[in-house]
């Protein structure tokens, strides 16, 4: 494969098959990799959309060197879909007390409670502020505050399992 066929691929509806030929490739090409780390901040919704569903399917801690990069583009994307999918790959990374953002913290709060967003999104910011917030006792104090307001709230399911998960795993880090 060569570097100038990623973009068309991702610039097209893609499938298992694509998504499984993209990883392959950019295990043994390291352009490919690079390639497609960028089509992730393409300014083409489609293609930046299909980069991150092919990073999610992969080893997240190849990830991690643009941690802060994905943290802008999770902030400031209008996409939906792509607010996900770039939330998804920072939360299953390593989170230490050097890599939280005061912004991005604030941005998980604010979305997690907020009911224009949608369930996936607010199931993510849970989860986020939980993995930001667990170095600091008073955040985490901060965070079960946030969470006991949400039960006044309309839940998703999603949203519902992730703070009942999170609420657990607070309880468990003060034992």
Request: net charge negative; glycine share 2%; with cysteine.
């Amino acid at each position: 494969m060569r570097v100038e066929e990623v973009r068309g691929i991702l610039s097209r509806r893609i499938h298992e098959n694509d998504i499984l030929e993209l990883l392959y490739y950019r295990q043994e090409q390291k352009d490919i990799a690079e390639e497609l780390i960028e089509c992730v901040f393409d300014e083409d919704a489609k293609v930046s959309r299909n980069a991150l569903w092919v990073l999610t399917w992969d080893i997240i801690d190849r990830t991690e060197p643009f941690r802060s990069r994905l943290v802008a583009l999770a902030l400031m994307t209008p996409h939906v879909a792509i607010r996900r999918l770039s939330m998804t790959l920072l939360e299953k990374m390593r989170w230490e007390m050097e890599d939280v953002r005061v912004d991005f913290l604030d941005f998980c709060f604010e979305k997690m409670l907020s009911e224009s967003e949608p369930p996936g999104v607010r199931a993510l910011c849970i989860k986020l502020c939980y993995h930001l917030g667990r170095h600091y006792p008073e955040l985490l104090d901060e965070l079960k505050l946030m969470l006991c307001e949400l039960a006044d709230m309309p839940m998703s399911p999603a949203v519902a399992c992730s703070r009942k998960n999170i609420l657990n795993r607070i309880e468990k880090s003060r034992k």
